[in-house]
């Protein structure tokens, strides 16, 4: 299994424009998260998925979609980049939504925006 | 959930246990405690959980307290790659998100 693959792995946006951060699992996980991590900061959850079809908000969703059409993609669009949105993306995932197996994470994205 | 609780930032010399304490005294009664470490510009790891009764797997031990308001992670030989942040974290039943503090830098010299 490659786990949780995350693409790309660097990316430098302009002001306004818009992109897709890439989040995949072979592992056959229903619960998918994306978090983003400031220099010096924990992380914080951005949007969540408990199963194909269904997505909820995190702690800071503000500029951000997602959406989760099968189990194994859960793709986070930046909708107009801005420069507050300059941080590391995590995309995560975990066996059951209810339980309390560990959570796989990706490698990240690092994400810069001028 | 509650909050935890966590030192900045422990040294450790190679070789020796590490013990990691995180304090979580408003902690409820289904809450488990969960440990994960992110090592320099990696996503985090997944460590070890528990609710009450102390645990150990291949990479660490869980003690956590009687009262369940704090708890300590243990690496019996710490080593240099044992160097990273690590977060306690505390969550409810049948909840998988997770809230991330700052977590503790532990740093492993030789």
């Known amino acids: 299994n490659a786990g949780v693959t995350q693409t790309p792995k660097f990316q430098v946006l302009k002001t306004g424009q818009s992109m897709t951060l890439q989040c995949a699992q072979d592992m056959n996980h229903e619960y998918m998260s994306w978090y983003r991590q400031d220099p010096g900061m924990g992380l914080r959850l951005i949007h969540y998925s408990v199963g194909a079809g269904i997505t909820d908000q995190g702690e800071v969703p503000n500029g951000y979609n997602v959406s989760r059409s099968t189990t194994e993609d859960f793709p986070l669009r930046l909708l107009s980049a801005a420069p507050s949105q300059t941080s590391v993306y995590f995309c995560?995932?975990?066996?059951?939504?209810?339980?309390?197996?560990?959570?796989?994470f990706g490698p990240g994205t690092r994400l810069t925006v001028t | 959930d509650a909050k935890t609780t966590q030192p900045p930032s422990m040294d450790c010399a190679e070789g020796r246990a590490a013990n990691l304490p995180c304090n979580h005294s408003?902690?409820?009664?289904?809450?488990?405690v969960y440990w994960y470490r992110q090592i320099h510009s990696q996503g985090p790891q997944y460590i070890i959980h528990?609710?009450?009764n102390n645990e150990t797997n291949e990479m660490a031990s869980l003690i956590i307290t009687e009262d369940r308001k704090s708890s300590t992670l243990i690496l019996p030989h710490a080593t240099l790659r044992d160097t990273a942040v690590y977060y306690c974290?505390?969550?409810?039943?049948?909840?998988?998100?997770?809230?991330f503090g700052k977590g503790t830098m532990l740093l492993v010299s030789p």
């Open positions: 408003t902690i409820s009664g289904n809450e488990y």
């Open positions: 995560a995932s975990s066996p059951v939504a209810g339980g309390h197996y560990e959570q796989y």
């Open positions: 974290i505390v969550a409810s039943t049948g909840y998988s998100t997770l809230t």
């Open positions: 528990g609710l009450k």
